[in-house]
């Protein structure tokens, strides 16, 4: 079970640094217009030279641009108008924050909730734990979720 954390936790590190320079370039944000028309027009292709290329009629080539805009756009459809522009179809999901930071977070959540739970109940038979203790055992919880299986922390308990 170690190994199997170990490996995620190395697969985890390795993502991240795929993802750091991504989450850095806010200047890839989609043209207001869409990639494929911007592309299409910086390339002087018409939506009858595009539609051909991508093997339509050159009427579904401005529904396609603007599916891009709404996002209402299949990635088949994508894949096929980079294709047709020679274009790499470049596909991420970049978290706002580093995987760790969102991981500590979340598990400072479950912490908080366990150990509400205890505190409640320690409480109730006057035998409530002081402010130093409770942080340190905030951060022993914390310490031990981040230790274990990521799965843990989005479990709905």
């Known amino acids: 079970m170690s190994s199997n954390i170990e490996t995620k936790s190395l697969a985890r ?16 944000a989609r043209p207001p217009r869409g990639w494929i028309r911007a592309l299409r027009e910086a390339l002087g292709l018409t939506t009858t030279e595009l539609g051909k290329r991508m093997g339509m009629s050159q009427s579904r080539v401005p529904r396609i641009e603007q599916g891009e805009v709404d996002g209402t756009l299949t990635m088949k459809t994508l894949r096929l108008a980079a294709e047709a522009m020679d274009c790499a179809l470049v596909y991420a999901l970049v978290p706002n924050r580093p995987l760790d930071e969102m991981l500590r977070e979340r598990a400072h959540i479950v912490a908080d909730r366990q150990l509400a739970r205890t505190d409640q109940t320690m409480k109730l038979e006057n035998q409530g734990l002081a402010r130093a203790d409770l942080r340190a055992e905030r951060e022993r919880l914390i310490e031990g979720l981040l230790r274990g299986d990521p799965r843990r922390l989005w479990d709905a308990k």
């Open 13 to 28: 590190k390795h993502l991240e640094r795929l993802l750091a320079p991504l989450r850095a370039t806010e200047d890839l």
